[in-house]
């Protein structure tokens, strides 16, 4: 299978989590909330997209430690997200979030039962 893409941006599994564990420090310094296009762009990359590409295992060029790095590193997103919204001022954000961007949902599932009789005779009367 030919290589796809550019580069890699990251060349050691080890500077690749030093990097990953700076942001989430910076962000608790600073108080923010860690998002995946904050990682992304802590990371160097243009887009969330490109982060993504990081867990492509179909892609030969991502080593199992990349994978398992920024899948953790997004997995402690979506954490920090959930605890959120348990937060009554910072739900509806911590919620919007967690279903745009982890596929959570809304769904309230209301079971109907209803029955219909119908009876036919055949009265001549």
């Not at 290589?3 to 050691?12: A, F, I, L, Q, V």
């Amino acid at each position: 299978m030919a290589s796809r893409g550019s580069p890699r941006r990251w060349r050691s599994a080890n500077a690749l989590q030093k990097a990953v564990d700076d942001y989430f420090a910076e962000c608790e310094a600073k108080g923010r909330v860690p998002s995946v296009a904050g990682l992304a762009l802590a990371l160097g990359f243009m887009s969330r997209q490109a982060l993504y590409r990081y867990t492509d295992r179909e892609n030969e060029n991502n080593s199992d430690d990349f994978v398992t790095i920024i899948t953790q590193a997004k997995l402690k997103i979506e954490e920090a997200n959930i605890q959120l919204a348990y937060n009554r001022d910072a739900s509806p954000g911590a919620r919007f979030i967690l279903q745009n961007g982890f596929n959570y949902s809304d769904k309230h599932e209301i079971a109907t039962r209803n029955e219909i009789r119908v009876e036919l005779s055949d009265d001549d009367g």
